[in-house]
């Protein structure tokens, strides 16, 4: 079939002729802060970025950050914009005494502001020169034996929905060393007790999902919870909510499974303090003393990123660096 040649020119003359709408208004001044959240996908990532600008912003000029306050700051010249920014890290480390940690994460969200400021064309400048602080990189990944963990397990009382929900959400904890954001972000569609499987968003993965397999004590203590909670037809709900009895429960927040593993650990007579993150240390520790220091297996199971991570697990476990500290010592 034939196009008429002045059909396809009212095409392109209509094209070019396209406006842009009221919202997509390019004369306006950017909302860059807007614009840095809106482009961040992590909810905790976006939580940082809102606190520490905000704290930034209420240091150098007594004010929470608006549209024209951030854009001075975008528009100043380099060196007036390190020395603000120096001043502000050294009001940190001296005057706060932040730990390293922080003091890197306020610094990275005050250089994720002014990168996005470049890409809007606010910002003329960049904050390399201004350097984040030196981390050690030891971690103490060390955390409780199966035979604690079990006494923990021990005092939920599995007869009552909430008892049902928390001992599977421990399960998860311990069996597969999932972290609290991938336990609240799950939904119930997620979980396929056929195929004994759960799919979870996990650790810098955007929103592509990793199949992970479960073992059979996690399918029945989810099938229980999901049963009790009368969720089996309600695909798209959270998993994991706070207990209601209009049935309408809220997501439950990675707060809430901090507060439930703290406290059970405490009256299971634990001292360290514990925290799901710890329970995923001393699930991957374990792994690694039961396949023998097997780097490729507790990759696969954690889904580290990095082998080196592993390592660092692995070192904490054997206590490689005291071994040859003893070692070298008798020889002397």
Known sequence: MSTHPSSNINILETAYTLTIGDDFCIDQDPQVIEQLLADTRSPN??????????????????????QNLVLEFLHLEQRHAVAVVLKYKSYLVNYKRLSEATVNRRL??????????????ACNYTLEDVKGEHIESYRDTTGIPPTDFAKVLALVDRTTVKGKRDYAILRLLWDNALRRSEICNLDVRDFNAQANTLSILGKGKGTQKTVIDLSRKTVEALADWVIVSKKSNKLKQPLFTVIAYNGNGQRLSGEAIRRLVSGLCKQAGITKQMSPHRIRHSSITTVLDKNNGNYRATQRFSRHAKPDTVMKYDDNRSKLQKAMSDIIADLV
């Open 45 to 66: 990532t976006k939580r940082a970025y809102e606190k520490d600008l905000k704290d930034f912003f209420l240091f150098i000029s007594g004010q929470l950050p608006n």
């Open 108 to 121: 990275s969200a005050i250089k994720s502001l002014t990168a996005m400021g470049r890409k809007l064309g």
